[in-house]
């Protein structure tokens, strides 16, 4: 029988991945730990491992897995930037779930923008202590604004939806645009100094990371709003912090944070924060920071746990791999 390794562990995971698991005849050991070089020794005995957003798997994780017998490591998430695909060829394949609800991200990022822009995150804590005033609360229509999308892929294709049917103007970014879009594709540079939102969906590679940095804040328009449902290190964390304070920046919606790893998806409410720039962006009223949930719909989980206990059939069967991803994805 499959014996699955599943490492980062949350309640919502094991609802989904207990639903389907039987039918497949595999069976699953769960772990809260996030997989590393260190707790990679919990996968022993298994051929799979099951990793997330924030497991590091990197050469060392990857040789001791390998070491200890694993095969497969098969990601319940999109992105795979914290895997080194160099290291894993030869030793262990890697698959993915590359695409499994791009509404739910969609979704989540005009709820960011709408709440970012009309406040609705003061106005919640104001009537719940019976402050109804409305001052501080005046946002901007959305209808008529230009808002840059950088990535068109699932998820910005959906976005763009969604905003066009705000009535806005899209000016959009991407190494590979899509051919006959009914909206605008510019340069990164055009899109900075044009739009009144920003929106990242492309993926975090060597060539993203800190594609929101210093010199590409101060090509924006003054007063811009940045949401973030990609990765976290797309952005210059520190000079979003800086723009903030300037008010060169109105405002930003950040589902993802470059440290995030060693914060999110646990409660630190007893603690006091380290992270200064984390700490002093989740405080800025303009801010809304939020724990890498863009993708936690009931649909989006229920898609992950199938998809992924697919790829897993297909390795234990010795078939292709659907989802494979190697050093040219
Ligand atoms: P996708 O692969 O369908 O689309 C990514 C797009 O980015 C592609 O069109 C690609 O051409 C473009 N791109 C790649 N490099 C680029 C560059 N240097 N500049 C501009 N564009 C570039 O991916 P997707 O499903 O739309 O997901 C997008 C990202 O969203 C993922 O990479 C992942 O990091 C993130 N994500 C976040 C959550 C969440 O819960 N917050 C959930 C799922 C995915």
């Given at each position: 029988?499959?014996k699955?390794?599943?490492?980062d562990?949350?309640?919502?995971?094991?609802?989904f991945?207990?639903?389907?698991?039987?039918?497949?005849?595999?069976?699953?050991?769960?772990f809260?730990?996030k997989?590393?070089a260190?707790?990679?020794?919990?996968?022993?005995?298994?051929?799979?491992?099951?990793?997330?957003?924030?497991?590091?798997?990197?050469?060392?994780?990857?040789?001791?897995?390998?070491?200890?017998?694993?095969?497969?490591?098969?990601?319940?998430?999109?992105?795979?930037?914290?895997?080194?695909?160099?290291?894993?060829?030869?030793?262990?394949?890697?698959?993915?779930?590359?695409?499994?609800?791009?509404?739910?991200?969609?979704e989540?990022?005009?709820?960011?923008?709408?709440?970012?822009?009309?406040?609705?995150?003061?106005?919640?804590?104001?009537?719940?202590?019976?402050?109804?005033?409305?001052?501080?609360?005046?946002?901007?229509?959305?209808h008529?604004?230009?808002?840059?999308?950088?990535?068109?892929?699932?998820?910005?294709?959906?976005?763009?939806?969604?905003?066009?049917?705000?009535?806005?103007?899209?000016?959009?970014y991407?190494?590979?645009?899509?051919?006959?879009?009914p909206?605008?594709?510019?340069?990164?540079?055009?899109?900075?100094?044009?739009?009144?939102?920003?929106?990242?969906?492309?993926?975090?590679?060597k060539?993203?990371?800190?594609?929101?940095?210093?010199?590409?804040?101060?090509?924006?328009?003054?007063?811009v709003?940045i949401?973030?449902?990609?990765?976290g290190?797309?952005?210059?964390?520190?000079?979003?912090?800086?723009?903030?304070?300037?008010?060169?920046v109105?405002?930003?919606g950040?589902?993802?944070?470059?440290?995030?790893?060693d914060?999110?998806?646990?409660?630190?409410?007893?603690?006091?924060?380290?992270?200064?720039?984390?700490?002093r962006?989740?405080?800025?009223?303009?801010?809304?920071?939020?724990?890498?949930?863009?993708?936690?719909?009931?649909?989006?989980?229920?898609?992950?746990?199938?998809?992924?206990?697919?790829?897993?059939?297909e390795?234990?069967?010795?078939?292709?791999?659907?989802?494979?991803?190697?050093?040219?994805?």
């Amino acid at each position: 029988m499959t014996k699955i390794s599943f490492f980062d562990t949350k309640p919502y995971d094991r609802t989904f991945f207990d639903q389907y698991v039987a039918d497949f005849g595999f069976e699953i050991e769960y772990f809260e730990e996030k997989l590393n070089a260190h707790t990679a020794v919990f996968a022993k005995g298994s051929s799979v491992v099951v990793a997330f957003v924030n497991d590091t798997v990197d050469k060392y994780c990857i040789n001791r897995l390998a070491e200890y017998g694993v095969g497969l490591v098969a990601l319940r998430c999109a992105g795979f930037n914290n895997v080194d695909i160099n290291a894993a060829a030869g030793k262990v394949k890697v698959v993915r779930v590359p695409a499994y609800s791009p509404y739910a991200v969609a979704e989540y990022t005009m709820g960011l923008l709408l709440t970012i822009n009309r406040k609705l995150h003061k106005a919640y804590n104001r009537t719940r202590e019976y402050n109804f005033g409305l001052n501080g609360l005046t946002g901007f229509d959305l209808h008529g604004r230009t808002i840059g999308v950088v990535g068109t892929g699932r998820i910005g294709r959906v976005f763009i939806d969604i905003c066009r049917g705000f009535g806005m103007k899209v000016l959009a970014y991407d190494m590979y645009p899509v051919n006959d879009a009914p909206y605008e594709y510019v340069s990164f540079e055009h899109l900075c100094e044009n739009s009144d939102i920003i929106s990242l969906h492309c993926p975090l590679t060597k060539q993203t990371y800190h594609l929101i940095d210093e010199r590409a804040i101060g090509r924006m328009k003054d007063g811009v709003i940045i949401l973030n449902t990609s990765r976290g290190a797309l952005i210059d964390s520190e000079a979003l912090l800086e723009a903030l304070k300037d008010r060169k920046v109105a405002g930003a919606g950040l589902d993802v944070y470059e440290e995030e790893a060693d914060f999110f998806y646990e409660d630190w409410s007893d603690t006091v924060i380290k992270d200064d720039i984390l700490a002093r962006l989740v405080n800025l009223p303009n801010v809304l920071v939020s724990s890498h949930q863009a993708f936690l719909t009931e649909e989006a989980l229920s898609n992950i746990a199938l998809t992924t206990l697919n790829n897993i059939k297909e390795f234990a069967d010795g078939m292709p791999l659907t989802n494979e991803v190697t050093i040219n994805a």
